[in-house]
């Protein structure tokens, strides 16, 4: 499981400066200023939350508890309907894409609460 958060963390890093230089050379004449600042926040979240990915696996690899596991499945199903349901909006795609992205933004919270959850197993 840590090297699956590593190498998705690593993955979704390395698409998330594709998507932004993307979004700033490709798109920037095509998208409105409201269109773009979404692409941008999509890129953002991903970024952040790839970060967080490659923290749970370092984490895991040293032997952090098992509900980082579900961390990290919940970052990754977060990332997948947040941002990717936001640039699919941004890029045209039908309007039943909109209720995704608030289940990927309450998902991403379940994944911070269940890091957060994670924490308290740390003995000191």
């Known amino acids: ?9 690593g993955s979704l890093g390395l698409l998330g400066v594709v998507l932004g230089a993307f979004g700033a050379h490709a798109l920037k004449a095509r998208l409105s200023e409201a269109s773009l600042s979404s692409w941008e926040t999509a890129v953002s979240y991903q970024m952040y939350h790839a970060l967080v990915l490659l923290f749970v696996g370092l984490w895991l690899l040293l032997d952090g508890p098992v509900s980082l596991r579900y961390a990290g499945m919940l970052f990754i199903a ?18 039943w894409f909109g209720p995704v992205t608030p289940l990927g933004g309450v998902t991403l919270i379940a994944a911070w609460a269940t890091l957060i959850y994670s924490s ?5």
Do not use: D
């Open 78 to 95: 977060g990332i997948a309907l947040f941002s990717g349901s936001i640039y699919a909006l941004v890029l045209g795609a039908g309007s």
């Open 120 to 124: 308290l197993a740390i003995n000191n």
């Open 1 to 9: 499981m840590p090297k699956l958060f590593i190498l998705v963390g």
